[in-house]
């Protein structure tokens, strides 16, 4: 799909630049590979879960290939905060602004 950009503000050319379009090639194949490997681990990890019944760790020939690990974390809910608590919900909350690359 490509979307020509014509009267845009604040919108520059690039598609001169070798370096630039092989740059967007590469980001766009890291995002899709990114998304393979995150369909792949959640393939593979009901399988180890599996193989691992009731053990904590598991291993090849002796040697330790995985584990199970856990992990305790607190939240904090913010829906309720805002709602029961809002002026201490105010006083605490911050906003942070960020940007990032996104291709179309």
Partial sequence: ?????????????????AEVREAIALFNEAKALAKRADEIK??????????????TVATVG?????SL?????KVID???????????????????EYDFIKTV
């Fill in 1 to 17: 799909m490509t979307k020509t950009v014509t009267s845009t503000p604040n919108a520059v050319e690039v598609g001169f630049s």
């Fill in 69 to 73: 690990e856990s992990r305790t974390r």
């Fill in 78 to 96: 913010q829906a309720r905060l805002e709602k029961d608590f809002e002026e201490i919900f105010k006083l605490l909350s911050s906003t942070t």
């Fill in 42 to 55: 959640k393939n593979a990890e009901p399988i180890l879960r599996k193989a691992l019944g009731t053990a």
């Fill in 62 to 66: 002796g040697v330790k290939v995985f």
